[in-house]
C-alpha cells in the first residue's frame, strides 16, 4: 500500500477547536491519512512532498453539482429560473448524448480539481458516463439521476419511466465503484417536474438499497408557493408526508423555507445545501443560513451549476456565503470564516455520509495546498480569514484525492484536459448548438 508524507505546511485540520498545526507533517497510507503530528513519523515513505510552508486543509465538498453543464456556460443569461430552465436549458440539454455529457463531465472535473475540491454531489442525467469520468478524474462523488415524471399520476409505471430504469441501472452498476469513490443518491429533481407515484417509488428504493436522497427544495418563491397552492404544504412537508425523508437526504438551495420547514429538517437530519452565487444570479432570493443553523440544520455548500453560476470555485463561494449572511443581517458576526469553512468541509462531508473534511487519522486522504506566497495572502493575520475573504480557487498548488495526487502545480496528473476540450469543441458544442462555438 503506498505512503505519502506531506511535511513543511501549516495544516488547518478542521476538528472541533479548529486547530491549525504550525509545523505538521501529515502520513497517508493507502487512501486514507495515517498519522498528523509536529513531528517526523518514523519509517520510510514512497513518496514526500514539500508543502514549502503552505496551507494544507482539507480538500473541499461542493454538495449540490451539475458537472456536465459547462456546456452551457453563460448560456441564457438574464432569465429568472423557470424561463431560463423551460426556454433555455431543457431544449439544449435534449439534444445531448453521452460523448457530449463526458466531454463536458470532464471540463467540469477538472476546474474543480484545479481550485481544491475533492469531493461532489451530481444531480444530472446520461449519469453513466459521468461516473466513469469521474473514476477516472480520482474525486469522490455521489451521483444521481435527477428523477422526473411528467405523466398522469395513474398512469405512472416502475417498467416504463425512464428516470427509474436510470436510478437501477446507476444503482447496479456503479455504487460503491472504485472502492467507494462513488456512491449513488436516490433523487427526484424537484416537485414542480414530478408527482407522488415518482415520490414513493423513489423514498422506498433509497430504503431499500441504504441510499440518500438528492433534490431541490423551495429555490425559488414561484417553486414554493406553487406547491403550497397545490397540495397546501410547503415542498419540505409534502416530501415527509410521502416518506422522502426517512435516510439520509440533501436538499439543495432551501431559499424560501420556513421556521416550521427547518424543524423538520433538524428531526429528519436533512442537510441543506446553500448555493449562494447561483441564487443571487437567478434572483432567487437568500436562503436564510445562520437561522437554519441555529434551527439545528446542517447547512453545506455547493456551486450549482456554471450554467448560473459561472464557475465552480468554491473559494468564491465560501466568500460569498460569508459576506451576504453578514450583510443582509446587518451582524458582523453572522457567519465568521470558520462557519463558511465548516460548511464547505465537514458540514458537507456530512450531508454525503462521507468521512473526509477533516485532516486526522482515519479520514479519507483529500488534503489540498494553498500557496500562501501569492501578494493577496500576504501578510497573513488569520489562516482562515485569508482562505475565506483572500484565497481564490487558482491558489491551490496540490490536489490530493483518496491518497493519490491528482493536480500539482498546474499540471493534471489524471485528466488529459487538451483531449477532453477537443471534445467539446468538436462534438458537443456542434451536437448541441450547430454552429461555432468556442
Request: proline content about 4%; glycine content about 10%; some cysteine.
Amino acid at each position: 500500500m503506498a505512503t505519502t508524507l506531506i511535511y513543511n505546511c501549516r495544516a488547518l485540520l478542521m476538528d472541533e477547536a479548529n486547530t491549525l498545526l504550525p509545523h505538521a507533517f501529515v502520513a497517508v497510507e493507502g487512501e486514507t491519512i495515517r498519522s498528523v503530528t509536529d513531528t517526523r513519523p518514523e519509517g520510510t515513505f514512497d513518496q514526500e512532498i514539500d508543502g514549502k510552508g503552505n496551507v494544507l486543509m482539507p480538500g473541499l465538498v461542493n454538495a449540490h453539482t451539475h458537472v456536465p453543464m459547462t456546456l452551457l456556460r453563460g448560456y441564457g443569461g438574464g432569465c429568472d429560473l423557470q424561463t431560463w430552465l423551460t426556454q433555455w436549458i431543457f431544449p439544449a440539454e435534449a439534444k445531448l448524448d453521452d460523448r457530449a455529457v463526458a466531454a463536458g463531465a470532464g471540463l467540469g472535473l477538472a476546474e474543480m480539481i484545479a481550485s481544491g475540491t475533492t469531493t461532489i454531489a451530481d444531480m444530472y442525467m446520461h449519469t453513466p458516463a459521468i461516473a466513469q469520468t469521474v473514476l477516472e478524474a480520482g474525486i469522490s462523488a455521489n451521483l444521481s439521476v435527477g428523477g422526473v415524471y411528467f405523466g398522469a399520476p395513474g398512469d405512472f409505471s416502475p417498467e416504463t419511466c425512464p428516470d427509474v430504469e436510470n436510478q437501477r441501472r446507476l444503482t447496479e452498476e456503479w455504487h460503491g465503484a472504485g472502492n467507494g469513490q462513488i456512491l449513488t443518491d436516490a433523487s427526484i429533481h424537484a416537485e414542480y417536474t414530478s408527482n407522488v407515484p415518482l415520490w414513493k417509488w423513489m423514498a422506498e428504493y433509497a430504503h431499500d438499497c441504504g441510499l440518500g436522497i438528492h433534490l431541490h427544495i423551495s429555490e425559488t418563491q414561484s417553486e414554493h408557493e406553487g406547491c403550497k397552492e397545490r397540495w397546501g404544504l410547503t415542498p419540505i412537508a409534502l416530501f415527509d408526508r410521502y416518506g422522502v425523508w426517512e435516510n439520509r437526504a440533501i436538499a439543495a438551495h432551501c431559499v424560501w423555507t420556513t421556521e416550521e420547514d427547518w424543524a423538520v429538517m433538524a428531526e429528519k437530519g436533512i442537510s441543506a445545501i446553500h448555493n449562494p452565487v447561483s441564487n443571487l444570479k437567478l434572483g432567487s432570493g437568500v436562503a436564510w443560513v445562520p437561522a437554519m443553523k441555529k434551527a439545528g440544520v446542517n447547512v453545506a455548500l455547493g456551486t450549482d451549476g456554471v450554467s448560473s453560476n459561472n464557475n465552480t470555485d468554491m473559494f468564491e463561494e465560501m466568500k460569498f456565503a460569508a459576506i451576504l449572511h453578514n450583510g443582509v443581517t446587518h451582524d458582523p458576526l453572522a457567519m465568521l470564516p470558520a462557519d463558511v469553512l465548516r460548511m464547505a468541509t465537514v458540514d458537507g462531508a456530512r450531508a454525503l455520509g462521507r468521512k473526509t473534511g477533516r485532516i486526522a487519522p482515519g479520514y479519507m486522504a483529500d488534503l489540498i495546498l494553498v500557496d500562501f506566497d501569492r501578494p493577496h495572502l500576504t501578510p497573513c493575520h488569520s489562516v482562515m480569514d485569508n482562505l475565506v475573504y483572500s484565497a481564490r480557487g487558482s491558489d491551490v498548488v496540490m490536489n490530493m484525492a483518496r491518497g493519490k495526487v491528482i493536480y500539482k502545480d498546474g499540471e493534471f496528473l489524471t485528466l488529459d484536459l487538451e483531449k477532453i476540450k477537443a471534445e467539446v469543441r468538436d462534438h458537443a458544442m456542434p451536437l448541441v448548438f450547430g454552429g461555432d462555438v468556442h
